[in-house]
């Protein structure tokens, strides 16, 4: 019988540690507490494990690689960011190892963890928020952490992205301007960057003297997911003549309800969604967005990246900015 091969995590496990920890030692033991040091060392000997010399993983620092967290694999955004990471890291002969946390710190704490253990050389995060574990990890592994998709202020980070709470305001003053006295906003998972839209929301109808509403569902964003938070608006806001969505396919999904009940747009309901997708660009009416600048700050988070691995001059921080675009739905 085939004996099962002992892991790292198993080897973390048993000496109360986390599997970076023993990959750091593996790799570089001077760099681990001697008491730390001393434990992983017993386990390793009490169950006579050996590294995998095929395992490329651990035991080669031949392929630089830099390690990306995303929300989730089914939202167009992050693979238009991803696109930007690569079109960087395979002309400068890096490598990208691409984890999911699908919109979870705990995971989120997990991933950068195992990402790490993986020896890659910086890491790009798209939170701007996480554990305290988390952050224990990340300034422990001494490497280069980029954060993107908003503009934060941790120090000692790259950070390239926008301001969503501005672009949640402009979106949402486009919608009074054009008229619209009950506007309501449909958010998705209620992260960072969906409430800072949503608190710029608020600040647009409040100084307007207007009510605000929400539709906050706590689910990833899709076409069915709006059309079903269109239904519960309707019963909830009867009065609503504008909808602020945080993502264009809530927004499609809301424009599809609205053409099947025949309720004229934007005559009736004003609809606006956010990041410019290409289901939006192709509907009819096409859709008003706010245009984010995706690939573009995979691109430039890596190519800093890239310079603080190689300890070169950069800079650190970049607002990208966003534009507004009215469509035919505004």
Same mark, same amino acid.
């Given at each position: 019988?085939?004996?099962?091969?002992?892991?790292?995590h198993?080897i973390?496990?048993?000496?109360?540690?986390?599997?970076?920890?023993?990959?750091?030692y593996l790799?570089t033991?001077?760099k681990?507490?001697?008491?730390?040091?001393?434990?992983?060392?017993?386990?390793i000997a &009490?169950v006579?494990?050996?590294?995998d010399?095929?395992?490329h993983?651990?035991?080669?620092? %031949?392929?630089?690689?830099i390690g990306?967290?995303?929300?989730?694999f089914?939202?167009?955004?992050?693979?238009?960011?991803?696109?930007? /990471? &690569?079109?960087?890291t395979?002309a400068?002969? =890096?490598?990208?190892?691409?984890?999911?946390?699908d919109?979870?710190?705990?995971?989120?704490?997990e991933?950068?963890?195992?990402?790490?253990?993986?020896?890659?050389?910086?890491?790009?995060?798209?939170?701007?928020?996480?554990? /305290?574990?988390?952050?224990? =990890?990340?300034k422990a %592994?001494?490497?280069?952490?980029?954060e #993107?998709?908003?503009?934060?202020?941790?120090?000692?980070?790259?950070?390239v992205?926008?301001?969503?709470?501005?672009?949640?305001?402009d979106?949402?003053?486009?919608?009074?301007?054009?008229?619209k006295?009950?506007?309501?906003?449909?958010?998705?998972m209620?992260? *960072?960057? $969906?409430?800072?839209?949503?608190?710029?929301?608020c600040?647009?109808?409040? $100084?307007?003297?207007?009510?605000?509403?929400?539709i906050?569902? !706590? !689910? #990833?964003?899709? #076409?069915?997911t709006?059309?079903?938070?269109?239904?519960?608006?309707?019963?909830m806001? +009867?009065?609503?003549?504008?909808?602020?969505?945080?993502? $264009?396919?809530?927004?499609v999904? /809301?424009?599809q &309800?609205c053409? %099947?009940?025949? *309720?004229? /747009? @934007?005559? &009736?309901?004003a609809?606006?969604?956010?990041h410019?997708?290409e289901?939006?660009?192709?509907?009819?009416?096409?859709?008003?967005?706010?245009?984010? +600048?995706?690939?573009?700050m995979? !691109?430039?988070?890596t190519?800093?990246?890239?310079?603080k *691995?190689?300890?070169? @001059?950069?800079i650190e921080? #970049?607002?990208?900015h966003?534009?507004l675009?009215?469509?035919s739905?505004i």
């Open positions: 019988m085939k004996m099962q091969r002992i892991t790292l198993d973390a496990t048993l000496a109360g540690v986390t599997k970076m920890t023993v990959s750091r790799r033991p001077e681990v507490k001697p008491d730390t040091a001393e434990r992983i060392a017993s386990v &009490e006579g494990y050996q590294p010399p095929d395992n993983a651990i035991a080669s620092n %031949a392929l630089p690689r990306v967290l995303i929300p989730s089914n939202n167009q955004i992050f693979s238009d960011l991803l696109a930007g /990471v &690569e079109s960087v395979t400068q002969g =890096y490598q990208t190892l691409v984890v999911n946390y919109y979870d710190s705990q995971r989120e704490e991933q950068i963890a195992t990402v790490l253990a993986f020896n890659v050389k910086a890491i790009l995060l798209t939170e701007s928020v996480h554990t /305290v574990r988390a952050e224990k =990890y990340l %592994a001494g490497i280069p952490v980029a #993107v998709m908003g503009l934060t202020t941790t120090e000692g980070r790259v950070n992205g926008f301001n969503n709470f501005q672009a949640g305001f979106m949402a003053s486009m919608l009074i301007g054009s008229g006295k009950r506007i309501i906003y449909f958010g998705s209620s992260d *960072i960057r $969906d409430e800072q839209r949503y608190a710029g929301y600040k647009a109808v409040e $100084d307007a003297g207007l009510p605000t509403g929400r906050a569902p !706590k !689910k #990833v964003s899709s #076409v069915s709006g059309a079903g938070m269109m239904t519960m608006a309707r019963q806001y +009867p009065d609503m003549d504008g909808i602020l969505c945080t993502n $264009d396919d809530l927004a999904g /809301v424009l &309800e053409l %099947a009940a025949g *309720i004229a /747009v @934007p005559q &009736e309901m609809i606006a969604g956010f410019g997708l289901i939006g660009q192709v509907t009819t009416p096409k859709l008003a967005s706010v245009i984010t +600048p995706r690939f573009e995979g !691109k430039t988070a190519e800093i990246l890239i310079k *691995i190689n300890n070169l @001059p950069t921080r #970049v607002d990208l966003y534009r675009s009215m469509g739905t």
